[in-house]
Nanobody, 123 residues
Framework: QVQPVESGGGLVQAGGSLRLSCAAS????????MGWYRQAPGNQRELVAA???????KYVDSVKGRFTISTSNVRNTVYLQMNSLKPEDTAVYYC?????????????????WGQGTQVTVSS
């Protein structure tokens, strides 16, 4: 399986912005959507945003209006633009093939996990 490579994380003050990237060799879309998951210390992994092959996007309520998921023209990179960041957004962020019909905690993933990228938001 293709292992994604996430990048773009960092330390930012509350209200700031970051753009995460997820690169994988070859086409990352198969029959699944692509999603961004995050895991904060002591918490389960949470699917916060997903995009389908035809560009339909979904977001959990906690990030709706602040985060935007998108793909590159060649469809081998997935982005997560994060604006108006809050301390509760602090987590390690991962991308993976995701289901079309699940958001939040307990959603499965259908590919290999990368190392993730750390996002830390200070208050």
């Amino acid at each position: 399986q293709v292992q994604p490579v996430e990048s773009g994380g960092g330390l930012v003050q509350a209200g700031g912005s970051l753009r995460l990237s997820c690169a994988a060799s070859g086409s990352i879309f198969s029959i699944n959507a692509m999603g961004w998951y995050r895991q904060a210390p002591g918490n389960q992994r949470e699917l916060v945003a997903a995009i389908t092959r035809i560009g339909t996007t979904k977001y959990v309520d906690s990030v709706k209006g602040r985060f935007t998921i998108s793909t590159s023209n060649v469809r081998n990179t997935v982005y997560l633009q994060m604006n108006s960041l809050k301390p509760e957004d602090t987590a390690v962020y991962y991308c993976n093939r995701s289901p079309h019909d699940c958001l939040g905690y307990g959603c499965p993933a259908f590919g290999s996990w990368g190392q993730g990228t750390q996002v830390t938001v200070s208050s």
